[in-house]
């Protein structure tokens, strides 16, 4: 496929013939198995995230809502995924990107519009990791030196520079490979030890409060945010872009991964989230190592697991930044080639260490979490999702199939203005309280 102006071979063309031009990728598609891409999408599910929804989803909601919820969030999950999965191959061409797909059923505004909420939604996600990733750092420091010279911010900078280099190495999605089963390992590690720690920690301690905090206000704020948290959960953001490496055939063998993602996948995420927040209620902090007792080598190698699987986890969601400037400036060969090599270093550094001073300046990890689902995960995995279904299968649906779609638009519309407002109050709550580049 060339890339010229006149080769309408990369030109997909909406209903309205409002061309976008779809340039080839300089990254490595159709190759990986159901499992591998499984792994990809469970890793994502069981990152170094699922050590903070005991504090950032349990808390604010309760047993009741945050069971409740979190169940509901992985079905309504499941369900936007397979219809975005669906749509992979859409008007008989593989659509490898979320923005390409939305490009072809809707122009070329809708295809900016998609890549700038992506692009949002991967950037708040990787700022996310790297607070992640310090905060595992500082917990380690902490455990063997009390003299407060190694600060969060400085364990953030450190994170950050460990990313670049790994972001360096791993030139595309597909090569990952092994660090798959690393990231794997990592991820039972931390969650085992949260897990055995907590467990124990609740067998001794003393009846725990769970009531949720705050006046009517502020509860229904948090609520709105915590809702924002549960598809955080469970939601990449990039589902074409994870699917474009999955072989042949296309449509089964994504089926196989997300069924595996939504079931086996989710069961350590449940099982630490529910057991943290069992142990310590309502004082469940933002990071559940903070709250656990017991050996300090034990503790050190969960928050040393945490923090590697975070660079790895990380990788995965930066990806689609890296797809589309090395496709844009032809990055493509050996990834040991002199050029390709200063490109990586130059540009994704770069990248990495504008990610970095962020996370640094404002490391209000569970408000961040609310943010990114309120303004981009609702919009991209659920309102978009639907209507890109209603619009691509219209003429096959029935009147109540199309109605089920609208109600999902509308609803997911309101619950992402919710959202949003609730998170940005947040922020500001929390910009009071702390001061930027904060130590907490």
């Known amino acids: 496929m060339g890339t010229g102006e006149n080769d309408d071979s990369n030109k997909v063309y909406a209903k309205n013939q409002d061309h976008v031009e779809v340039p080839d990728t300089a990254h490595q598609i159709s190759s990986d198995s159901w499992l591998q891409v499984a792994f990809v999408l469970t890793t994502g599910v069981n990152s170094a995230y699922v050590l903070g929804y005991s504090g950032t989803v349990m808390v604010p909601l309760g047993w009741t809502g945050g069971v409740v919820g979190l169940l509901l969030a992985c079905g309504i999950s499941l369900y936007a995924n397979v219809l975005v999965a669906r749509l992979h191959e859409y008007g008989g061409k593989r659509h490898i990107r979320y923005r390409d797909l939305a490009g072809f059923i809707y122009g070329r505004k809708a295809y900016s519009l998609t890549w700038a909420l992506q692009y949002i939604n991967l950037f708040m996600i990787n700022t996310g990791f790297i607070i992640l ?20 911010p400085y364990c953030i900078i450190v994170a950050g520079v460990v990313c670049a280099m790994f972001a360096i190495c791993i030139p595309h999605l597909s090569a990952l490979g092994v660090w798959l089963g690393v990231s794997t390992l990592f991820s039972l590690a931390y969650i085992v030890i949260a897990f055995v720690l907590s467990l124990n920690d609740g067998l001794k301690s003393p009846p725990r409060d769970y009531s949720i905090s705050g006046d009517g206000a502020t509860k229904v704020f948090t609520t709105i945010g915590a809702s924002a948290n549960l598809v955080f959960a469970y939601n990449t953001g990039m589902l074409p872009e994870i699917q474009a490496t999955i072989r042949e055939p296309v449509h089964k063998n994504m089926m196989k991964a997300l069924y595996f993602q939504f079931t086996v996948g989710v069961l350590p995420l449940y099982l630490v989230v529910f057991t943290g927040y069992w142990a310590f209620g309502s004082s469940t902090s933002a990071y559940l190592l903070n709250n656990v007792s017991g050996p300090v080598w034990v ?20 990806s689609p930044m890296y797809e589309y400037l090395d496709t844009k400036f032809g990055i493509k060969g050996s990834a040991m080639k002199v050029k390709n090599l200063s490109f990586r270093i130059t540009v994704r550094g770069g990248y990495l260490a504008f990610n970095t001073f962020v996370s640094a300046l404002l490391p209000f990890l569970g408000d961040f979490m609310s943010l990114t689902g309120a303004i981009s995960t609702f919009p991209l995995t659920f309102i978009l999702a639907n209507h890109m279904y209603l619009e691509a299968k219209k003429d096959k649906l029935t009147n109540f199939q199309k109605l089920w779609h609208w109600i999902n638009i509308i609803f997911f519309s309101l619950m992402s203005v919710a959202a949003t407002v609730s998170a940005l109050r947040l922020i500001s709550v929390d910009s009071k309280t702390y001061h930027i580049f904060a130590d907490l």
């Open 133 to 152: 990733a310090g905060s595992a750092l500082k917990a380690t420091y902490v455990l063997f030196s009390d003299d407060g010279k190694m600060t969060l």
């Open 299 to 318: 503790k050190a190698v969960a928050n040393i697991t945490a923090f590697l699987q975070a660079v790895i986890a990380l990788h995965i969601f930066a």
